[in-house]
């Protein structure tokens, strides 16, 4: 049945993406892998929030080709890369990348994963957008917290009614490679989209264990810096002291 609502939700979310790969000639801003360089997380995407967080990321979410190496086994869930066939809107949103698939795990889970990558603000849009276009009724829920160690980090939520499918909740945020928040710079949206078989609740519980699984560690902008890691001394070399005076024959 997920397959089924899978098609109707490409109507609605894909009607605003353009292809899969980048047009010739297209600029692309190459920022430092988001898996050892802290990147700056917002909700938002055209206003600075209290959500803010520098993060650092299981996989390289940073706008490039990098982001066609996210694997399809995350955790406990297993993907499927998914064709975008609506190319009407190719011209006005031109977004460098774009990652599109499908997750599943054991139980009948099931979501859509997405990602896109650009130099250009015309290639994001808040989700609430691709209901309204596909003419779905939808809800904005605020926030959700997703814990990480001793810090969080915090995601847009919205609800999507198909009107011959199931809910779905979807968790989104942007990335940057500074707190400039250039898009010319580089961006990616990240994107969580649960089918609700099983309820809301669960979907947002699957949405929110998957989007979990994309980062690794999160602090606040106004926190301290993490210490350098300490180096061990190094080991110094041995002393020789002068050579014994051979004895006499």
């Not at 980062?215 to 020789?240: C, G, I, N, V, Y």
Request: with cysteine; net charge negative.
């Amino acid at each position: 049945m997920w397959n089924l609502a899978l098609t109707r939700w490409l109507f609605g979310f894909l009607l605003l993406l353009p292809v899969f790969l980048p047009p010739d000639g297209a600029p692309i801003a190459r920022a430092q892998s988001t898996t050892d360089t802290w990147f700056v997380l917002d909700r938002e995407g055209w206003l600075r929030t209290d959500d803010s967080r520098l993060v650092l990321t299981t996989y390289d979410l940073s706008n490039g080709p990098n982001l066609a190496a996210v694997p399809l086994k995350i955790g406990d869930w297993s993907g499927a890369d998914q064709e975008i066939t609506n190319l009407d809107t190719f011209p006005t949103l031109d977004a460098d990348f774009i990652i599109y698939r499908s997750y599943t795990r054991p139980g009948g889970h099931s979501l859509l994963f997405s990602l896109v990558g650009s130099t250009r603000g015309q290639s994001f849009h808040h989700p609430l957008i691709c209901y309204q276009w596909a003419d779905w009724p939808a809800e904005d829920r605020g926030t959700t917290t997703i814990s990480l160690g001793s810090s969080d980090v915090v995601l847009r939520v919205v609800v999507g009614y198909d009107p011959e499918g199931p809910p779905q909740v979807d968790l989104h945020g942007y990335l940057w490679p500074n707190d400039r928040r250039d898009w010319g710079d580089g961006a990616t949206q990240i994107r969580v989209t649960a089918f609700a078989t099983a309820g809301e609740e669960q979907a947002l519980a699957d949405a929110r264990e998957f989007a979990r699984l994309l980062f690794k560690s999160a602090r606040r902008l106004d926190a301290p810096a993490p210490p350098a890691p300490t180096l061990a001394p190094a080991a110094e070399p041995p002393r020789f002291g002068p050579s014994p005076q051979s004895p006499a024959p």
